[in-house]
């Protein structure tokens, strides 16, 4: 029996992750942690009966507490609470699917209680990925891709030599505006920019893939994950969403991932590696693909993507930067306050007035963090 935690077990991701459950007996709960969702979090509980359970804030968990006191289940709350499930003693693998940069530090304290980590949280490596994958060595600990691109990858690469790589090829939609120009994405509303064609997923990463943001933060969190210059990581436009990322090695050849836009697999795959196991659902099927089609990236009208690779390079705290302004501005957007073209231009203005930090400490990230959100608050 493995025992995992998961932390944004409401979210997208992890309700997910909880469908994996179901139809793998071998796997059990130990924890559940949400942000406000009491309602889906008290279901969760019943159903699957963790040990413990965590929502930010302490009127939420006292409101939980109320409602789940019929059963064993200890309510925690705050970072405390976070920290505390990620590292309870029975738990072998930690599902990272909540929001934010919240989840830097219940992952850095879970890896170093040895426990692996099933990473879906962006902000994690995007952010602190100089301080999480070093200290992830250090303890022996595994860091597993949830993201469908990088798992992806992390599948291409089984067998192979990584320093033999020649570049990485990361597919993307292209969203629900490929190809339409600056002039036709003024008047973008929330409805539209919230229709992905292809994947069904959370309102603020719907957003970011419209943007092309969310392709960014996966470049970032590649170099990372994959220890890899950024001269060597390319963003292919793959409507279909069949193939879902490219490996090519130093002889010319290119592996690739295959399927249907379905996160589960990603998901089983990471909770079970290097295991494969069964798993329901449709099926490609190659006598019904008509084509598959490829295109380069729009950088001009989707400058978001451009502003990571130069956040990236950059370095340091610049990257907290580049995923701190956009996440105001896509909660800001969201809320009708700003307009669609004006979450590239923000993230673009609090980049242009950084002050970069080198090698920062998780307190100098979330400094960085608090700064960049004050500086946007003060303008828009």
């Not at 008290?42 to 040990?51: D, N, S, T, V, W």
């Amino acid at each position: 029996m493995k025992h995992i935690s998961v932390l944004g077990s409401t979210g997208s991701i992890g309700t997910q992750t909880l469908d994996v459950v179901r139809n793998n007996p071998e796997l059990k709960i130990a924890a559940l942690a949400a942000g406000g969702n009491i309602k889906l979090l008290e279901q969760q509980i019943r159903e699957f009966r963790p040990e413990k359970a965590c929502v930010w804030a302490e009127e939420k968990a006292l409101e939980l507490r109320s409602a789940v006191s019929d059963l064993n289940v200890e309510i925690l709350s705050g970072m405390d609470g976070l920290i505390e499930i990620s590292t309870m003693e029975s738990v072998e693998v930690l599902v990272t699917a909540i929001v934010g940069m919240i989840g830097i530090r219940p992952t850095i304290e879970a890896i170093k209680a040895g426990k692996d980590i099933a990473l879906a949280n962006k902000e994690t490596l995007v952010t602190a990925g100089h301080i999480i994958m070093p200290l992830a060595k250090e303890h022996g600990v595994r860091i597993l891709p949830v993201d469908s691109e990088h798992s992806a990858i992390f599948q291409s690469l089984k067998g192979e030599d990584p320093e033999k790589i020649s570049r990485i090829l990361l597919t993307a939609s292209g969203g629900p505006f490929r190809g339409r120009t600056m002039d036709q994405l003024k008047e973008i509303q929330v409805e539209d920019a919230l229709k992905h064609p292809n994947w069904v997923m959370g309102r603020k990463i719907t957003i970011d893939s419209a943007t092309l943001v969310n392709k960014g933060l996966e470049v970032m969190e590649a170099k990372w994950l994959f220890d890899v210059d950024l001269d060597r990581i390319e963003v292919v436009v793959h409507p279909q969403s069949v193939i879902h990322s490219m490996v090519e090695f130093v002889d010319g050849g290119i592996i690739a991932q295959l399927g249907t836009p379905d996160m589960k697999l990603p998901i089983q795959y990471a909770l079970f590696y290097p295991e494969r196991r069964f798993l329901g659902g449709e099926r490609l099927d190659f006598a019904k693909l008509s084509q598959l089609t490829f295109e380069q990236p729009d950088k001009v009208n989707f400058p978001g993507l451009q502003l990571a690779f130069e956040a990236s390079a950059a370095g340091g705290s610049m990257p907290t930067v580049y995923n701190a302004a956009n996440e105001l501005a896509v909660s800001k957007f969201l809320d009708r306050k700003i307009r669609f073209l004006e979450i590239p231009e923000i993230i673009s203005c609090c980049m242009s007035e950084h002050k970069i930090v080198q090698n920062p400490s998780v307190e100098e990230i979330l400094e960085t963090e608090k700064t960049t959100y004050e500086l946007i608050e003060s303008r828009w």
